[in-house]
């Protein structure tokens, strides 16, 4: 089991830049797929990007593909988030997750065994 702390969000105005990190307790970090998703206010929970367990492949939703990056520090248990040119339509909270799905990674947040307690980023226009 592994339990996820994110941290990092907060207010920014359009065109920023915000870095989610993910804190992960244990010492198996190093065998889950990683990803990030969010959900705004009355919306469903989307998937944002994920990251394999060497940190090698990485998988974006168009809607970020060239703003955020993905990556993982593995001997530190944490992923990042770094989030740039940031837009009003990426105010959400932010959750990341851990897959123990044999795949390289993932964008299914059903295959997702855990949860961090999210974290709110807001952005400004």
């Known amino acids: 089991q592994v339990q996820l702390v994110e941290s990092g969000g907060g207010l920014v105005q359009a065109g920023g830049s915000l870095r989610l990190s993910c804190a992960a307790s244990?010492?198996?970090?190093?065998?889950?797929?990683m990803g990030w998703f969010r959900q705004a206010p009355g919306k469903e929970r989307e998937f944002v990007t994920t990251i394999s367990r060497s940190g090698v492949g990485t998988y974006y939703a168009d809607s970020v593909k060239g703003r955020f990056t993905i990556s993982r520090d593995n001997a530190k248990n944490t992923v990042y988030l770094q989030m740039n040119s940031l837009k009003p339509e990426d105010t959400a909270v932010y959750y990341c997750?851990?897959?123990?799905?044999?795949?390289?990674?993932?964008?299914?947040?059903?295959?997702?065994?855990?949860w961090g307690q999210g974290t709110q980023v807001t952005v400004s226009s």
């Open positions: 997750a851990a897959s123990q799905r044999r795949t390289s990674y993932t964008s299914n947040k059903n295959e997702y065994n855990y």
């Open positions: 244990g010492r198996t970090f190093s065998s889950y797929v």
